[in-house]
T-cell receptor, first 113, second 113 residues
Framework: EDKVVQSPLSLVVHEGDTVTLNCSYEVTNFRSLLWYKQEKKAPTFLFMLTSSGIEKKSGRLSSILDKKELSSILNITATQTGDSAIYLCAVEPGQGGSEKLVFGKGTKLTVNP | EADIYQTPRYLVIGTGKKITLECSQTMGHDKMYWYQQDPGMELHLIHYSYGVNSTEKGDLSSESTVSRIRTEHFPLTLESARPSHTSQYLC????????????FGSGTQLSVL
């Protein structure tokens, strides 16, 4: 059974800290890995990583895919209170499409001033 | 502005009532989805649609039904609500060319008493 495990489940840091969120997966024929940020209720897309694009960066956020270790990390540098959210990792198996996305439970990040 | 809307945001209802959760998107996306999310748990797909007149059941068994008569509208109906249906319901849509990049609505928090 396809599975995505995120760690830690919860993290509390101070503004300015750097954080690393982890996502490991076991899926049949990996196709892509996605990160979403869920503030309040609506998740918003952050990054998509594939075999041809294993590293993405946007401002203070960056993500790397390690296909050998079947995992990905999401780094946030110089954290701000606005980074407080649940970060979701999802993996798309090779068979099927977006309807086959497997989500992890998320990491709840709290950034205190 | 292109967006995806869900109504109501919150709904408290008694057992046995029929309810419809509304979802509309203005992005012209063909693919639409309904996910169920409980606190601290993964998103689980309950229904999806490839386009008008297309509906499919997701991985999580659900007593709800959906319809897709118009591209922009994807309502979810529960004929007889039960306390076990209490959950958050998230609607999403995606373009067929980049279908893994989901755009989510703000969700409906359903409580069945």
């Amino acid at each position: 059974e396809d599975k995505v495990v995120q760690s830690p489940l919860s993290l509390v840091v101070h503004e300015g800290d750097t954080v690393t969120l982890n996502c490991s997966y076991e899926v049949t024929n990996f196709r892509s890995l996605l990160w979403y940020k869920q503030e309040k209720k609506a998740p918003t897309f952050l990054f998509m990583l594939t075999s041809s694009g294993i590293e993405k960066k946007s401002g203070r956020l960056s993500s790397i895919l390690d296909k050998k270790e079947l995992s990905s990390i999401l780094n946030i540098t110089a954290t701000q209170t606005g980074d407080s959210a649940i970060y979701l990792c999802a993996v798309e198996p090779g068979q099927g499409g977006s309807e086959k996305l497997v989500f992890g439970k998320g990491t709840k990040l709290t950034v205190n001033p | 502005e292109a967006d995806i809307y869900q109504t109501p945001r919150y709904l408290v209802i008694g057992t046995g009532k029929k309810i419809t959760l509304e979802c509309s998107q203005t992005m012209g996306h063909d693919k639409m989805y309904w996910y169920q999310q409980d606190p601290g748990m993964e998103l689980h797909l309950i229904h999806y649609s490839y386009g008008v007149n297309s509906t499919e059941k997701g991985d999580l068994s659900s007593e709800s039904t959906v319809s897709r008569i118009r591209t922009e509208h994807f309502p979810l109906t529960l004929e007889s609500a039960r306390p076990s249906h209490t959950s958050q319901y998230l609607c999403a849509s995606s373009d067929t060319t980049e279908s893994e990049k989901l755009f989510f609505g703000s969700g409906t928090q359903l409580s069945v008493l």
